[in-house]
């Protein structure tokens, strides 16, 4: 893929990223948003995707459980499971009793993640919902991948001794997560949206590259633009290996590719 550098003369991104792959991606999306213009989001099309990406592996979330119905849209993740698929639970924080009973389901069935999506679903950090809902997965065992400002975000698992992947984590606010997860080592990081020159070596130099987890959000976003700037940061080899996959392995329990 050959990208302009502003000067108009292309580079060929895939030189840069070299031969760095993915062994597991920690934000795949499966269906589509019906009020956006978008990709397809059938597996059929998002895990070739991903291969053409160097992602071997990503835990998927499914859009249906998200927007429309939480226990079918669960059940048709959870019977795709694969070497390549690692399922994550949806819940609605709109329902908390609900979505507590299906957390419980979920953690039976062997899932080890949940996903929430209070954009999505119209829900704020300071609703009792989500502090219940955080208390639940934690005292689960369950690890949460969650949307949303982590500036006010990661209050509801504050204390909670919770292990919790900030999927929407923006360079500009990183100093609020660092700020934060330096008094909760169960917090944690997408790198899609830290691409300023310095975000990922930062993160790294303070709280450890254990803490950073290489998400892509595919298909919704590009999962080029995250690789590049993990394959020419700053950071050491095996640090990089980490981000791209051996946190999360360890996150969602699974042996170290």
Do not use: C
Request: glycine fraction near 10%; aromatic fraction near 6%; avoid cysteine.
């Amino acid at each position: 893929m050959a990208i302009e550098d502003g000067s108009g003369i292309p580079f060929d991104a895939w030189r840069l990223v070299g031969g760095l792959e993915v062994a597991l991606d920690v934000d795949v999306l499966f269906g589509a948003y019906p009020d956006r213009d978008g990709p397809p989001g059938a597996p059929e099309q998002v895990l070739p995707l991903l291969g053409e990406h160097r992602i071997r592996a990503a835990a998927v979330a499914s859009l249906r459980a998200a927007l429309f119905d939480v226990r079918s849209g669960n059940d048709e993740l959870i019977a795709r499971a694969a070497p390549e698929v690692v399922p994550v639970g949806a819940v609605d924080l709109r329902d908390p009793i609900g979505a507590a009973r299906e957390l419980e389901r979920l953690a039976a069935e062997g899932v080890p993640a949940v996903r929430l999506f209070p954009d999505e679903q119209g829900v704020e950090a300071g609703f009792p919902s989500v502090r219940h809902v955080a208390r639940r997965a934690a005292r689960l065992g369950l690890v949460v991948l969650t949307g949303g400002d982590v500036r006010r975000f990661w209050q509801p698992f504050a204390g909670l001794g919770a292990s919790v992947v900030f999927l929407d984590t923006h360079f500009y606010h990183l100093g609020d997560f660092l700020v934060a997860a330096a008094d909760e080592p169960g917090f944690h990081t997408s790198t899609r949206l830290l691409n300023s020159p310095d975000a990922l070596e930062l993160a790294a130099a303070e709280l450890g590259a254990d803490r950073l987890l290489y998400g892509s959000r595919a298909p919704h976003y590009e999962p080029l633009v995250p690789l590049l700037r993990l394959a020419t940061s700053g950071l050491k080899p095996e640090e990089i290996a980490a981000v791209a996959g051996g946190n999360a392995e360890r996150l969602l329990r699974r042996p170290q590719s």
